[in-house]
């Protein structure tokens, strides 16, 4: 049987974490989990508190794109304030939890493509968006925003159809997004706290990301670039052989396979 709203209390009851998802702010519809996490964050929300939607109607993505986020799926964002030197880590550890997660909630293994799409079968199944407040190298907030496609059927959603999956789509039927989300809230905490004991959540993201050792197209801004995606450096960035030889450093961009 579909299930039916998300119920805040059934994925605080019992939940093994000492602070993220121990307040969780539920909306059925809203714009975007995005903006109340922004605003609950500079009002000083407790560390974790999690902003989950059922739907949101102005969902965001990256780059400045739009996000969908219809019933079935997965949208929140959950509030941190991490040392300076944690930041390039958030995208690693919240790619890893959302890998993590739906391996053991589905069985489905995923891959992570950079800098931070989590992919079945070649096809994206989460975004990940972080946003952060930064200033004199403290981070006065940062907000970990989460979209997994979940229980909608892609065909209804043909603009993206050739991209992008759903687990339910992969599954040949719905997963629970309640057992999800919980085994996400705690994965998300387990690495957040493994940040200051090692390079664990580097070390792992680099060994799971697909597009290392493939011929790539780079965009980055207003450039382009074609080269042999090489590595991913301790700061999240790309480090991309051009055809000149040269290594180049990627910062942010997007990335599609070549062949
Ligand atoms: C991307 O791949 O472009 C990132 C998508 C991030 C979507 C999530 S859904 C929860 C949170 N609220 C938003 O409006 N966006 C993020």
Partial sequence: MAEGNLSPASIADGLETRFIGQRI??????????????????????????????????????????WLSPKGSIALSVILYPSVVYLPSLIMLTSLAVAHSVGAVTGLKSQIKWPNDVLINGRKVCGILIESDVSKKVVNYAILGIGINVNQRLSHFPDILPTATSLSDELGRDASRLDLIRHLLVEIERLYLTLPVGEAVYEEWRDRIVTLGNRVH?????????????????????????????LIKIVAGDVTLRD
Avoid: F
């Fill in 218 to 246: 780079v965009s980055s801004g207003k450039s382009r670039y074609e080269g042999v995606a090489e590595s991913v450096a301790r700061d999240g960035s790309l480090l991309l052989r051009l055809s000149n030889g040269s």
């Fill in 25 to 66: 702010i539920y909306y059925p519809t809203l714009p975007s989990t995005m903006e109340v996490a922004r605003r609950e964050a500079r009002q000083g929300a407790e560390e974790g508190t999690v902003i989950l939607a059922d739907e949101q109607t102005a969902g965001k993505g990256r780059l400045k794109r739009v």
